[in-house]
């Protein structure tokens, strides 16, 4: 059965909503009123309980680098409300929906943003729903952080091939660099819990936290350069923290192992895309590949992690939870730099 409106509002009927309506910093964000929205076909509305910000939030509201304007807006952005990763309560669907029903619980990634709304419409094909056990805080974390790590290590081959559970070979070693975020905290679970010896580089403050999460070791490469560390001594490095020597990231690989540049960082106007075609050039007739990650929506792998948190095998790292009034405030701290794992915001 479908609704075309919300349970609990009325066709026509308004929400408030955290909105910039020009790119530019966080302090420009401002809270509003703007329509519900309305199911389109496929797609489900949701009562949004809880938002997860993740640092393609902060480049989308500055729209950093240029390069993305014409996708997501040219002189302002398309989506003016960010918040990426969502966790909330199915209260409408439109039609042609299969599988999410009124009243279930559930999770997903928003392309483009949407999140920082009382509701929010996405495609039902992109949601999971949330097993018991999962608070809506903790689900929240996984679509766009803990998706992108676990992608970035099925590049980067860590534990692949290597037995039907998934784990890698004994001795296998991985390097995260920029591992006390949101994507580099589910980066060192998901590699040791794959069987990985996990080597992390994060500030001096995270050190005892990303040990706890499961790295064998730490260090900060920003005081400790990378050149410290032997070479040929990793089978994957992933690099989440960007601005580093891609020669001195095929220096650390053995024969056969791959880099992944996971972050988008990089120059104003072009972003990380001389980088990448460095890492195309440098990989060519190379046995130690550098590999940019385009991380996309995967339920599947949604699916995965909430298994993964309902049995306590990985813990969403929550810095600081927030409510709704002060999603500026979250958003202002994202973009100053130095979150320790995830920052939310709870629903309106």
Not at 160 to 181: E, F, K
Not at 239 to 267: C, F, S, W
Not at 291 to 313: M, N, Q, S, W
Not at 319 to 324: D, I, L, M, V
Request: glycine share 14%.
């Amino acid at each position: 059965m479908s609704e075309t409106h919300p349970a609990g509002t009325t066709p026509g009927g308004t929400m408030p909503a955290w909105l910039r309506e020009t790119y530019g910093p966080a302090d420009g964000v401002r809270l509003e009123q703007i329509a519900v929205p309305v199911p389109r076909p496929g797609e489900v509305v949701l009562r949004v309980h809880a938002t997860a910000l993740n640092a393609g939030d902060i480049r989308l509201m500055l729209g950093d680098p240029l390069l993305v304007r014409p996708v997501f807006g040219l002189r302002k952005p398309k989506h003016p409300v960010r918040g990426m990763e969502v966790a909330g309560e199915v209260v409408a669907t439109g039609p042609a929906v299969i599988g999410a029903e009124i009243g279930e619980t559930v999770v997903g990634e928003l392309v483009g943003g949407g999140g920082l709304a009382a509701y929010v419409a996405v495609p039902a094909s992109r949601l999971v729903p949330i097993p018991p056990g999962v608070s809506v805080e903790a689900a929240a974390c996984l679509p766009v952080a803990g998706g992108t790590a676990w992608q970035a290590l099925d590049l980067a081959g860590v534990g692949i091939g290597a037995g039907d559970d998934g784990r890698a070979a004994a001795g296998q070693r991985v390097l995260v660099i920029g591992a006390s975020g949101g994507v580099g905290t589910f980066a060192v679970q998901l590699a040791a819990l794959r069987g990985a010896e996990v080597w992390a580089s994060c500030g001096e403050r995270s050190a005892r936290l990303v040990e706890y999460l499961g790295a064998a070791h730490t260090f900060d490469h920003r005081r400790s350069p990378l050149s410290e560390l032997p070479a040929a001594h990793f089978d994957a490095v992933i690099d989440i923290a960007g601005g580093l020597d891609l020669r001195e990231l095929q220096r650390l690989m053995v024969p056969g192992g791959t880099a992944v540049l996971v972050t988008g960082n990089g120059g104003h106007v072009l972003g990380p895309v001389p980088r990448m075609l460095e890492a195309f050039c440098r990989s060519i007739g190379s046995t130690r590949r550098i590999r940019p990650l385009a991380a996309t929506p995967r339920p599947e792998v949604i699916a995965k992690l909430l298994d993964l948190t309902a049995d306590g095998r990985i813990t969403p790292v929550i810095e600081r939870e927030y409510g709704f009034d002060e999603a500026s405030d979250a958003l202002a701290h994202l973009e100053a730099g130095h979150t320790v794992g995830k920052l939310v915001v709870r629903g309106a």
